[in-house]
């Protein structure tokens, strides 16, 4: 099993980042995805989730609007686009995979917004 996330880097505030998690190694499309994010000293926190059936999302507060999860079952994809950054949103974000009892994740990618 692989949960690979891209996509990290350095962005200005207001700027825009897409991650991206390619997943394999099980069953994709049978998993709901989500994004989470850790700062440094802080704990891990739920950004955003794509279920499997429906493609229903939910998003943390904290995302305002900014953020849009979509997944592409056909890639084995789950993509995270970020508008209208701010520096509070600078942390390692992580790619989750979920079923059941059984969970996955990434090796995470850093975004840091700064000027």
């Known amino acids: 099993v692989q949960l690979v996330e891209s996509g990290g880097g350095l962005v200005q505030p207001g700027g825009s980042r897409r991650l991206s998690c390619a997943a394999s190694?099980?069953?994709?499309?049978?998993?709901?995805m989500s994004w989470y994010r850790q700062a440094p000293g802080k704990e891990r926190d739920l950004v955003a989730v794509?279920?499997?059936?429906?493609?229903?999302?939910h998003y943390a507060n904290f995302v305002e609007g900014r953020f849009t999860i979509a997944r592409d079952n056909a890639k084995n994809t789950v993509f995270l686009q970020m508008n209208s950054l701010k520096p509070e949103d600078t942390a390692v974000y992580y790619c989750?995979?979920?079923?059941?009892?059984?969970?996955?994740w990434g090796q995470g990618t850093q975004v840091t917004v700064s000027s």
């Open positions: 190694g099980f069953t994709f499309s049978s998993y709901d």
């Open positions: 989750n995979a979920i079923s059941g009892d059984i969970r996955f």
């Open positions: 794509i279920s499997s059936v429906g493609g229903r999302t």
